[in-house]
């Protein structure tokens, strides 16, 4: 850590450098608070800039320290002396102004930015609140309604943006510090505006706060953070800043306290480390610029599309010109819908579109540098993909197997340089989902790890490495989570009740919601065939339920019934009827129970997956479970909550 200081005339600039994000941590505000001192003592020194080092301003606090008691000098303190320095301070910002980095510089008199810039108050993703003044300076500085949606709604504005809110004073061209200088001096020649914390602010209407508390509750998803960084804002408009600030800290210190709050903090730790695993560190990635997917279905689609919207060029293959037809139409509609939402433009729809090129049989794979087989889950025909793709593909080029259960050892048996396969493990809609599992074989090189865990920074997607096992983590702990559930159901658990009881937890919906939304036809055949090859599979709900036609909500019933054009579940009496054979008599247990027995059937079966090292570590599956399966984030996943459940028992 160190924060320089350099005179330059009467301009004091003051450099944070505290690698990899310049994180205000205690020693750094300990510096700072000293140096205000310091400069308002100098004589020489009439300005004082405050700055980053490297690429950003300040990325936040120290999230380390958060599972410490907090240590003085506090942030807050730190930047009310800053405020109320004798000599101006001027935040000069590239990069990344984020948490406490944007409260740093609303308590500097000026701010100046590049375009390169970008803020955010993102803490209520950490499950907390800002906590340095940030819900109180912020709306005093660019207005309540734009406040809101930074302090309570995660926008990040940039450079260009922030100067038209008023966040910034001016945006200028690199390089930055001469260019902040300059500004400098000439507002020196000016009279100073007043602090950020005592400049007026217009009360809002009722319908105001009403709007964004709706709003705010409706994407919430029951995290407890937006809505408190929504009531520390109004209660300082409405009481003023001092009680806002009070309010704020008090919020803010409760939230951190949480185990919600733990839960968020040690996935983004997690996440933080996912995409540079300590294996392949110093291990550059083969280059990768075009990407053959082989099978335009709904997972190649959804695959070429994230490759797409990542930059890079896609040759899609499929076996006849109806195939290439669907893929096309299927593309264009992914592209289509994210336009019409807002999130690409006309012409970045039409611009993804002209990077792919489709083709009939293998040829164009020939100059990929990495190809991803996207077909049927069946052994055969994936070894027939890479029959081909061995034949006709550069040496170099990295080939990947999209498989959800199948050893890639079998896949990859025959193929010429096996060193450059791996097992590349998308979740539908590819396109959007964020895991990606990454399945190297014994043979595969660290080079062609690296370019794995490579293309998911570049796909946005977090990577998490899985040894080879029979559905590998995710689908792995899933099936048990579903033998857990249909267990409690054989106990004589009532569906409804199971899935209800998940719903309050955190899930989107229940296990047997979940299976008749993904039809429970594709689970009973792999059990089938486990059976025709000799395997003992009991008999289970499910599988009556399939025999009797119930394949989910395609075929109108699965464990509800529902109407046509209608994917809300009813309870189904013709359900009940049929899985009575395997049923117990009707047994009410509470919802933590259910929540409690499920919970632990997955944490037995991560542990597992641990002892044996096919994953590398509790948090990997606790990455797997919430970004592939709808685990509730602010609960961690199910390792993170069976510790915190060992703990409160010690």
């Not at 105001?208 to 029951?222: H, N, Q």
């Not at 264009?332 to 690409?344: L, T």
């Not at 006709?392 to 259960?405: F, G, I």
């Not at 109108?556 to 019934?561: F, K, N, S």
Request: aromatic residues 6%; contains cysteine; negative net charge.
């Amino acid at each position: 850590m160190s924060v320089n200081v350099e005179i330059e005339g009467e301009i004091a600039i003051v450099t944070i450098g505290n690698p990899p994000v310049n994180a205000v941590n205690r020693a750094v505000r300990e510096r700072l608070l000293a140096l205000a001192q310091e400069l308002d003592d100098n004589p020489d020194v009439r300005a004082v800039i405050l700055t980053g080092a490297g690429t950003l301003f300040v990325a936040g606090a120290d999230i380390a320290e958060f599972d410490r008691p907090a240590e003085p000098p506090f942030l807050p303190d730190v930047i009310a002396r800053i405020e109320r320095a004798v000599k101006p301070w001027i935040a000069a910002i590239r990069g990344a102004a984020f948490g406490g980095g944007l409260e740093l510089a609303l308590g500097c008199r000026f701010r100046v930015a590049t375009e390169s810039a970008r803020f955010a108050l993102p803490e209520i993703n950490l499950g907390i609140i800002p906590g340095a003044g940030g819900t109180q300076r912020l709306p005093r500085v660019i207005g309540v309604a734009d406040a809101i949606h930074i302090v309570a709604e995660n926008q990040t504005p940039g450079g260009a943006e922030a100067l038209k809110l008023g966040l910034v004073d001016a945006l200028v061209e690199e390089p930055l510090l001469p260019a902040a200088i300059a500004f400098a001096r000439n507002a020196l020649e000016h009279a100073l505006p007043s602090p950020s914390l005592d400049r007026p602010v217009s009360v809002p209407s009722p319908d105001v706060w009403a709007e964004a508390e709706d709003r705010i509750a409706a994407r919430a998803k029951g995290a407890a953070a937006p809505a408190r960084a929504l009531q520390a804002l109004r209660h300082g408009i409405e009481h003023g800043a001092e009680a806002g600030l009070a309010l704020e800290r008090s919020i803010f210190l409760e939230l951190r306290a949480t185990e919600e709050a733990a839960a968020l903090r040690h996935l983004f730790f997690a996440e933080r480390a996912a995409l540079r695993p300590a294996e392949i560190r110093g291990i550059n990635p083969r280059p990768i610029e075009t990407v053959a997917v082989v099978g335009g279905g709904t997972m190649g689609s959804g695959i070429a599309a994230a490759l797409l919207n990542a930059g890079l060029s896609v040759v899609l293959i499929e076996q006849d010109e109806a195939g290439v037809s669907r893929a096309r139409s299927t593309l264009a509609g992914i592209f289509d819908s994210s336009r019409r939402r807002g999130q690409i433009t006309d012409d970045q729809a039409s611009e993804r579109m002209a990077r792919l090129e489709t083709s009939i049989g293998y040829g164009a794979a020939a100059r990929c540098d990495l190809v991803i087989e996207a077909v049927f889950e069946d052994l055969a025909v994936k070894r027939s993909v890479f029959a081909e793709l061995g034949r006709v593909c550069r040496p170099d080029a990295v080939l990947a197997t999209n498989t959800s259960y199948i050893d890639p050892r079998l896949i990859a048996e025959g193929l010429p340089g096996p060193e450059r396969f791996l097992g590349l493990h998308f979740f539908s809609p590819a396109q959007v989902m964020k895991l990606l599992e990454i399945i190297p074989t014994p043979e595969t090189a660290p080079d062609v790890l690296a370019t794995g865990f490579d293309l998911a920074r570049r796909l946005g997607k977090i990577p998490v490495r899985s040894g080879i096992c029979d559905g590998f983590i995710g689908n792995r702990i899933l099936r048990r989570f579903r033998a857990e559930a249909e267990a409690l159901v054989c106990g004589g658990v009532a569906i409804a009740a199971v899935d209800a009881a998940m719903r309050g937890f955190g899930f989107a919906m229940g296990p047997f919601e979940m299976q008749d939304m993904a039809g429970l036809d594709i689970a009973f055949l792999y059990r089938e065939a486990a059976r025709s090859r000799g395997e003992d599979v009991p008999e289970i709900p499910g599988d009556l339920l399939v025999r009797a036609g119930r394949k989910g909500q395609k075929t109108g019933g699965g464990w509800y019934d529902y109407a046509a054009g209608d994917r809300r579940p009813q309870p189904s009496a013709a359900a009940e009827r049929i899985i009575v054979p395997l049923v117990s008599a009707r047994n009410d247990v509470a919802e933590e129970a259910i929540v409690a027995r499920l919970m632990a059937a997955m944490a037995q079966e991560g542990q597992l997956i641990l002892d044996e090292g096919i994953a590398a570590s509790a948090a990997d599956i606790d990455l797997v479970e919430v970004h592939g399966y709808g685990f509730p984030r602010r609960r961690g996943g199910p390792m993170f909550q069976a510790g915190r459940a060992s703990a409160d028992k010690t």
